[in-house]
């Protein structure tokens, strides 16, 4: 589904889980600061309406969206956080710097996620022209900072529940051999 099918601002408060004691870290790209301001904006609104407090969000700025990948990288291994979100805004110009900016950003943040154990979430615009970038940053499409704040909050409470999961099986596979009724599992 397109953008422009879809308000990016909007989403179920329902399906959002209890992010009070969640901390957050944002890098803020400050090409284009006028775009990039306006997402952190929204990222930071979308984390206030769903109870995260001010104190838990931890703002760095980088130079460009190829700093996002530096930035971040150093927020979750020196800071606090739960999750990252990074936010940048690539806009075509006349050469093919775009497509080279934007493959290393989307392959950096893909790559951290794989490599850490700490969400970082991808809020990098990469349009065609200004006016798009407007749209999507508080303009008529929505807000793609409030849509990122939703997805760390969620990708936050997924890896506190796997954490707590795994500790619990762990915990009952270490209690020695497992007794159900009539039953006793022997360890291998
Ligand atoms: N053209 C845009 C850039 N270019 C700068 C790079 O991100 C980087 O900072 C530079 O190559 C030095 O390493 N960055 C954006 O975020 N948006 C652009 O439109
Ligand atoms: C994404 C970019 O780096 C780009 O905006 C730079 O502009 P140009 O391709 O005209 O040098």
Redesign the pocket.
């Known amino acids: 589904m397109a953008t422009i099918n879809k308000n990016l601002s909007e989403y179920d408060k329902n399906t959002i889980p209890d992010a009070k004691n969640f901390r957050f870290g944002i890098v803020v790209?400050e090409?284009?600061d006028t775009i990039t301001e306006g997402l952190c904006f929204g990222a930071v609104k979308g984390l206030l309406e769903n109870e995260v407090p001010s104190e838990h969000i931890i703002r760095w700025n980088v130079?460009?969206?190829?700093?996002l990948i530096y930035g971040a990288k150093k927020m979750l291994q020196t800071q606090n956080v739960d999750a990252v979100i990074a936010i940048?805004?690539?806009?075509q110009?006349e050469t093919k710097?775009f497509d080279f900016?934007c493959e290393a950003v989307s392959q950096g943040i893909k790559d951290l996620n794989v490599e850490t154990d700490i969400p970082v979430i991808f809020c990098v615009l990469t349009d065609n022209t200004m006016q798009q970038s407007i749209d999507r940053s508080g303009g008529k499409h929505g807000n793609k900072g409030t849509e990122a704040a939703v997805a760390a909050i969620k990708m936050a409470y997924l890896r506190h529940q796997a954490s707590f999961n795994h500790h619990k099986n762990h915990q009952l596979l270490s209690t020695g051999p497992l007794q159900i009724e009539g039953l006793t599992m022997i360890e291998e």
Do not use: L, M
């Open positions: 790209s090409w284009n130079p460009g969206s190829f700093e940048g805004c690539v806009i110009g710097h900016v």
